[in-house]
């Protein structure tokens, strides 16, 4: 148990907030969530995640729930057009889906009963955890010895509550840092990733072939595929069960018409950051599959035309200036510090791995400084990265040796990275 119970609330009840709401539950702590969705799960948005050496050591250390989390992919793999390998690395990478860490999390926070896993017991010294749904927060206020928090309800009912410590982990969005830093801007990047997944046992052979615990990779002048074996229903990683998850990024300019084609749902109602799946016009979906067809090759272009609930996510940038405000009562973490562009296939370790070290900082195992400097290291670091790696992939015309060189550089493990200066300033 802690010296001092301290009471967390955390803004923010996706990947990052359940994470920061385990690792400090398991000190003993007291943490409430705020998440604004209406409902009380975060409806199935996700596809696929890389499941980097934090998010894996995070499951292990923190799910008390008996399963497996992750298909290992066994090799990396380019494609020519003709759908030929071109080049091959053997290298295992584990690869995990966005609904199997949620529901993982909220059997562990706070025992939401699902398909995926079973409820796991509480221990005795475990801190309070409160999942709050439909809270949408909209102002803070510095007290004397603590934050208070202000939030309203979709019905319009409104409230307030009070933390020692408030952590904001509510995206690349975040309202916390915009009251915050106001002058932080979220920028779009000039390029959407086109998302979706289809069965395994709906594929062709060659499909089955280029993608079944592969990850393989297609280049071509402003755009990059790649896709690679996600668990399928449930959660389910048997053979035969599991899930082709792609991310097509390709260039849609800004202000173009092609831009508003994509982002407009079949409604008509025009989405900014995120198309959700199933909403996607069936119109701008066809152009899309017609592209497909014409420019990758064919193992890419017969999953994207597959795929029945395609989602698109603008790719943008956002970066706080630092991690810690009102001298620490207020902490950002994950995509709420740093949104980082997805090829870095750092976003969810990011969030994992900014919980576990603040709980090692809380636990007074590491200084503040430290705590610091790696966290803001990894933030300004791997943003910048996935800003050059997106924008040489996207603008720039390279030699496949300077995308395998790219894809390289972005599976060093956190802990072998050597951060520059600029990065650990504080
Ligand atoms: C529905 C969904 C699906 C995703 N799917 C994938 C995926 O397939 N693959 C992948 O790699 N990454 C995915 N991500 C992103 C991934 O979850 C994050 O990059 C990572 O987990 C760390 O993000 P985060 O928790 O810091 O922020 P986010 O995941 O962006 O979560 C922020 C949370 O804060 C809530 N919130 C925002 N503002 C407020 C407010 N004012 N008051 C209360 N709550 C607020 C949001 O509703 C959201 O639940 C997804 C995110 C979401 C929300």
Redesign the pocket.
């Known amino acids: 148990m802690p010296d001092v119970k301290k009471h967390f609330v955390i803004?923010?009840?996706?990947?990052?907030?359940l994470a920061a709401g385990l690792a400090l539950r398991e000190l003993g702590h007291d943490t409430t969530i705020?998440?604004?969705?209406p409902t009380p799960v975060?409806?199935h948005?996700?596809?696929?995640?890389v499941a980097g050496g934090d998010t894996l050591a995070f499951f292990q250390k923190y799910d008390r729930c008996d399963r497996p989390f992750a298909v290992t992919s066994h090799r990396r793999q380019y494609l020519d057009n003709e759908g030929n390998v071109t080049h091959k690395e053997d290298m295992d990478q584990n690869m995990t889906s966005?609904d199997l860490a949620y529901y993982l999390m909220r059997a562990n926070y706070d025992g939401v009963e699902n398909p995926y896993c079973k409820v796991p017991d509480g221990k005795p010294t475990d801190g309070k955890t409160v999942h709050l749904h439909d809270?949408?927060?909209?102002d803070i206020k510095e007290r004397d010895d603590c934050v208070e928090i202000y939030?309203k309800s979709g019905s319009g009912e409104e409230g307030s509550l009070k933390a020692d410590v408030l952590i904001g982990?509510?995206?690349?969005?975040?309202?916390i840092r915009s009251i915050l830093a106001p002058e932080v801007q979220r920028k779009y990047a000039g390029y959407c990733a086109l998302r979706g997944t289809v069965p395994e046992s709906e594929v062709s052979d060659a499909a089955r072939e280029a993608f079944c615990e592969k990850f393989t990779f297609y280049h071509c002048r402003g755009v990059q595929i790649l896709a690679y074996l996600i668990p399928g229903k449930d959660g389910t990683v048997e053979p035969g069960q599991r899930l082709i998850n792609f991310v097509y990024y390709t260039n849609f300019p800004e202000g173009s018409p092609e831009l508003e084609e994509i982002m407009t749902d079949k409604s008509g109602k025009r989405h900014r950051i995120t198309m959700p799946p199933g909403l996607t016009d069936p119109n701008a979906w066809e152009k899309q599959r017609q592209i497909a067809r014409e420019r990758l090759p064919p193992q890419f272009a017969e999953i994207v035309c597959a795929t029945k609930k395609p989602f698109v996510q603008a790719v943008t940038d956002v970066l706080s200036p630092t991690n810690e405000y009102l001298n620490g009562k207020v902490i950002l973490?994950?995509?709420?510090l740093a949104g980082f562009r997805?090829h870095t296939v750092a976003?969810?370790s990011?969030?994992a791995f900014d919980a576990m070290v603040l709980a090692d900082y809380i636990e007074g195992k590491v200084t503040s400084e430290q705590w610091k400097k790696e966290t803001l290291g990894f933030a300004r670091y791997i943003q910048k990265r996935g800003v050059d790696m997106g924008n040489r992939s996207q603008f720039e015309n390279l030699p496949l040796e300077d995308h395998i060189h790219d894809r390289n550089v972005a599976s060093v493990p956190r802990e072998k990275e050597v951060y520059p200066d600029w990065a650990t300033a504080i």
């Open positions: 803004v923010g009840g996706s990947l990052g907030g705020l998440e604004r969705n975060l409806e948005q996700g596809a696929g995640i966005w809270r949408n927060v909209t939030w982990a509510d995206g690349p969005s975040s309202t973490i994950g995509d709420a997805p976003s969810t990011q969030a």
